[in-house]
């Protein structure tokens, strides 16, 4: 998983405090096909509640960055799923692995 240097979204959990999320690389688009939103999400991964707002927030941040996932750590990565942090796996899409210069 390759996620972009930029300036990180700070989101408020309903749970779990704060997370710094960063992009994560892709060339696909999970959410053109239903197969590849089923295959993008992880089974029994990792959900984490978020209050509308911050949803608002990841969505427009992912708009920007033209991806569909982000990372803390370029090791888990979310995507939005209803009004959470959903666990994925941007690397069973057709994710550029290409280092950056």
Do not use: W
């Amino acid at each position: 998983m390759q996620i972009i240097l930029t300036v990180p979204l700070i989101v408020e959990t309903v749970l779990q405090g704060k997370l710094e999320l960063l992009p994560v690389h892709m060339t696909s688009r999970p959410s053109t096909s239903p197969a590849k939103r089923s295959a993008f999400l992880k089974p029994q991964g990792q959900c984490i509640p978020l209050a509308p707002k911050e949803v608002e927030r990841c969505k427009a941040y992912m708009l920007k960055h033209e991806t569909e996932a982000l990372s803390e750590d370029a090791s888990t990565a979310f995507t939005i799923d209803g009004n959470a942090l959903q666990e994925c796996q941007p690397d069973v899409m057709d994710v550029d692995h290409q280092p950056e210069d």
